[in-house]
């Protein structure tokens, strides 16, 4: 079998890391080679810069900055890790990938979406995800869930995007929403708010079904 690219999408909260598990067991089931990782960050000099892009410091990181930093780690975790991997047939499994950009940076911060474009294709032209799977849910389900995560986990501080306004993230859900529409061959958006057991089910059919189109089911 040969490998493939597969994106996890979402605002906060929605269920990515859990769901990504499922996806690399169904993988790992039918025995592929499987690489999860995440974006920002994925390789040592990328998640140092995921530590500057999350963490709230004292100078402001203005939306273009942030969007140039956002592909620069992309540069390194697509030149250190993906490429390799898809080149020996191998499978990424990345949480967040452009798509992230385009909702957070384009819609989120009003960032140009053709300067976001050109810098897609200067970075990874040819590296594009086979699938996309979003899941969707209302903002605030989303952001109580984080908060409970927090909650559960002793945590008191919130990072640079968890700290934004709701206004914000419902602009980044309906971003992700218009991407899914203008892409239906790549994108399977799945409702985030049913039981995790049937958004697991749902993310492993979507996965499946693209295996059978391949010829590999
Ligand atoms: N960012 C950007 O701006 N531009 C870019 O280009 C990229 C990223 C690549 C870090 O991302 C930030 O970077 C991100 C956007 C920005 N900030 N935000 N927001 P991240 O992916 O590392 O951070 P995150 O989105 O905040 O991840 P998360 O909160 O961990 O979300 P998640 O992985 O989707 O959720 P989860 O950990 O799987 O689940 C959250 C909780 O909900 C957990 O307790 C689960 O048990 C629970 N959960 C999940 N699903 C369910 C269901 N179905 N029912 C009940 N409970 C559930």
């Given at each position: 079998m040969k490998g493939g690219f597969v994106t996890?999408?979402?605002?906060?909260?929605?269920?990515?890391t859990t769901v990504a598990a499922a996806l690399i067991s169904l993988l790992e089931?039918?025995?592929?080679?499987?690489?999860?990782?995440?974006?920002?960050?994925g390789t040592p000099l990328?998640?140092?810069l995921r530590s500057v892009l999350l963490s709230r410091g004292a100078e402001t990181i203005s939306p273009v900055a942030e969007t140039l930093l956002m592909f620069a780690a992309r540069s390194v975790h697509i030149e250190n890790r993906i490429r390799p991997a898809l080149a020996r047939g191998e499978w990424i499994i990345c949480d967040r990938y452009t798509d992230a950009t385009r909702a957070y940076q384009g819609a989120g911060r009003s960032v140009d979406i053709d300067l976001i474009e050109q810098l897609a294709k200067a970075v990874h032209a040819g590296v594009e995800p086979d699938l996309t799977v979003l899941l969707d849910l209302p903002v605030m389900v989303g952001?109580?869930?984080a908060r409970q995560r927090r909650?559960?986990?002793g945590e008191d501080v919130v990072d640079r995007f968890e700290s934004e306004t709701i206004e914000f993230f419902e602009r980044v859900r309906s971003a992700y929403l218009n991407l899914a529409a203008g892409a239906?061959?790549?994108f399977v958006v799945i409702d985030a708010t049913q039981p995790l057991e049937a958004v697991i089910d749902a993310a492993q059919a979507a996965l499946s079904n693209m295996l059978t189109r391949r010829g590999e089911g």
């Open positions: 996890l999408e979402g605002i906060e909260g929605a269920g990515k089931g039918r025995g592929c080679t499987v690489q999860a990782t995440r974006e920002p960050g990328a998640e140092q952001l109580e869930r909650l559960a986990r239906p061959q790549r």
